[in-house]
């Protein structure tokens, strides 16, 4: 799956133009085309100004993105780059959803923005629909980081969170397609602990070497192919060991599959990719 087109969501508080240039190692994957989306929700404008919803304030917010992506098309046409734009008014992730199938493009990228409780976890449902409605990668981009640092390398010291379904495989597919801008990826499984309370002490030793082995055999498949690759098995909480690892693993992004393994996270869009979207403090990246 080659990188070539990707769709940069924006609402200018979170994404700005420093973190798209961070993203441009994926030329070396392919990349040469970049379709700006910035989306005018009228509720929320109306919201913010607390006195309903005016049409010179959607001429204004139109007028403002427009002259913001062309300033950043002229830099990315100086690169070579192929650019677009689309500045619309309406529902955010209906909007995300038809453009990102029209363009065709082959990766997602939002913003996190930390907002209020309430708007946090709206904005947080936003990501997840928008997971749940294409069939692209979605990054969840969030180039500054709680420490304060920039990212500027997402790509460089990937964590793969794997959990051997379909969908973390594609993942797998994913970071093939951008080995050359890979340093090194760590890859991770973890086993939650409530499963291991539901074993025999032979289960859970049974547990550990198969699910260590797939670790061994994917990462001897990666070197194979030229992407130096680390093992790591965990037991506890899923999204508080994910954390951990990649924060001890000096991680740049988390990347994993967007639905999991077991028939109940099939059903329901896994709370892990919702929480590590809203929580982390690191970029993520979900693959269907």
Known sequence: MPIKKILYVTEFEELWFDALQALMDLKQAGLNHVIFLHVIDRKEVAMQRGVGYLKSEEVKLKEIANVRFIDWAETLFEEGMEVGAH??????????????????VDLIVMGHQKKGRIQELYHGSEIMEVIREVSKPVMVYKFLQESGNVNDKPFKRPMLAMDWSPSSMNAVSFLLSIKDIVEKVQVVHVIHHKRLETLKPVEVQKERKENRKKLDELCDRLQSEGIDAEPHLYVGNIIEQLEKAARERKASIIIGGSTGEEPLKKRILGSVPRELSEKSGFPTLFVS
């Open 87 to 104: 500045i619309v008014v309406g529902n955010q992730v209906p909007k995300i959803v038809s453009i990102a199938e029209d363009e065709d």
